[in-house]
């Protein structure tokens, strides 16, 4: 696979009900982002994973979100019951590593949540 | 706290004309900056990037310009064209990767034909 990929591309679902969105990082990125971005706004940083290291979780908005890390590879961003204040586009983002010109980050196209 | 800023949420120009997109950040342990487009419905895509060893980086159409001592840069595109419309993020980092990338909350460019 030449990029990031996310799934699913759009998700809908009820106030309450808990989603899982996916992201495959570009094989050897070590480092791994979530981000996401409500309508009208700029990108909001969630979480970050740094090979082994412990990830950085500052971003989380609250204990209803989680996200796991595989090693270097796919990634699963958890949301508990979800809220309408939930719904925006989520987006994943690769990079070489730590620093840099290695932190050019590659950007999925994003999952795009609907909470009803 | 917001470390990377940029001011100006939307700019019009006209096509044929220079686009300035401006980039304040407060964090001093910054070094190395990123520019990213971004289009409707996909992810953003990587730019231009400057090192604060340098105080310009140019690429075809486009230069980012870097002040450190006013922690300011600028994304200069010359000649617009209507394919440029987009959102621009501005992105921090540190070359020692002490630090997180920390986004702007982007610019909307529209280049009118």
């Known amino acids: 696979g030449a990029g990031v990929s996310q799934s699913p591309s759009n998700k809908v679902t009820e106030k309450g009900k808990d989603v899982e969105l996916r992201c495959d990082p570009i094989s050897g990125h070590t480092a791994l982002y979530w981000y996401r971005q409500r309508l009208g706004q700029g990108l909001e940083f969630l979480i970050y994973?740094?090979?082994?290291?412990?990830?950085?979780k500052s971003g989380l908005p609250s204990d209803r979100f989680s996200a796991e890390r595989t090693g270097e590879s796919v990634s699963t961003l958890t949301i508990q019951r979800t809220q309408q204040e939930d719904s925006a586009v989520y987006l994943c983002?690769?990079?070489?590593?730590?620093?840099?010109?290695?932190?050019?980050?590659?950007f999925g196209p994003g999952t795009r949540l609907t909470v009803l | 706290d917001q470390q990377v800023k940029q001011n100006s949420p939307s700019l019009s120009v006209q096509e044929g004309r220079i686009s300035i997109l401006n980039c304040d950040y407060t964090?001093?342990?910054?070094?190395?900056f990123l520019w990213y487009k971004k289009y409707p419905a996909e992810g953003p895509t990587f730019l231009i990037s400057i090192s604060s060893i340098k105080d310009k980086n140019e690429d075809g159409r486009f230069t980012v310009f870097l002040n450190k001592s006013a922690k300011h840069l600028s994304l200069h595109i010359v000649p617009s064209q209507p394919g440029d419309s987009a959102v621009y993020f501005c992105a921090a980092d540190d070359s020692g990767g002490y630090q997180k990338v920390t986004f702007g909350t982007g610019t909307k460019l529209q280049v009118i034909p």
């Open positions: 994973f740094q090979g082994n290291s412990a990830p950085d």
């Open positions: 983002a690769s990079s070489l590593g730590r620093g840099g010109f290695k932190n050019e980050q590659f």
């Open positions: 964090n001093s342990m910054f070094d190395y």
